[in-house]
């Protein structure tokens, strides 16, 4: 991978904005999960029935990206994504042990559908837009593969956080309640770094804007490296 896809603007900074927001979305996957099932006592099944609304809106949440994408600027897709998983870590970290699942998870859970498509989405418009015409294929693979590594990564720093706090405090929901809210920390964090540092003006772009021309001296200069001559290459 070409260290100069780095030094493409907001890319970095873009990078540690979609992290930052799959770590969250381990962290909320894991003690939503957890939660239910350990404090509430939830069923397999209740959980699934649970989660239904998920389904529901994350296919319209894939749609409403998709829509707004040539309407408005990437990185405020990106903010909004963020916003909707901030406000799911926050209503799960407050709710209660003995309360219904409408007040808080129920909306919870719909927000959060939200969070992965406006966040995958917005990065690799983002992404495609801040590099090179040969290196957007490179950009998107980057974005993809830090939802995986987000995820795992919130989640070891999330469970970290737990069972420290859930042995100094002797209370295996106050550890859930510290790891959630260190959701919130960290998607805190997102929003405001890419409120500050991401800049991308909306997509409303046709066809290619790189030089071609720039590209072909490239490989020209490459090609002669290992001894190839391209004679139809203009230099």
């Known amino acids: 991978m070409p260290l100069e896809i780095f030094k493409a603007p907001s890319f970095l900074m873009l990078l540690l904005v979609v992290l930052l927001n799959y770590m969250a979305v381990g962290t909320l996957i894991w003690y939503q999960v957890l939660w239910l099932q350990k404090v509430w006592h939830w069923s397999p099944l209740q959980f699934a029935v649970g989660w239904t609304p998920f389904v529901i809106c ?135 770094l890419d409120v500050c540092f991401v800049r991308l003006v909306k997509d409303d772009r046709e066809g290619w804007h790189e030089d071609d021309h720039m590209e072909e001296i490239e490989l020209t200069e490459q090609a002669e490296a290992i001894g190839i001559h391209l004679p139809n290459v203009n230099h």
């Open 58 to 192: 994350a296919t319209g949440a894939a749609c409403l990206a998709a829509w707004m994408i040539p309407r408005m600027a990437a990185q405020w897709i990106l903010a909004i994504g963020t916003v909707t998983i901030l406000i799911s870590n926050v209503l799960m970290a407050t709710v209660r042990i003995h309360q219904s699942y409408w007040p808080q998870i129920f909306p919870s859970v719909v927000l959060f559908s939200f969070c992965p498509d406006f966040v995958y989405t917005a990065g690799q418009i983002i992404a495609s837009n801040s590099v090179r015409r040969n290196q957007q294929g490179i950009a998107a693979s980057v974005i993809g593969t830090l939802n995986l590594y987000g995820n795992s990564l919130g989640l070891g720093f999330a469970s970290t956080i737990e069972v420290q706090i859930a042995r100094h405090s002797g209370s295996q929901i106050t550890g859930y309640r510290a790891a959630l809210f260190f959701g919130v920390a960290i998607i805190v964090l997102a929003l405001i």
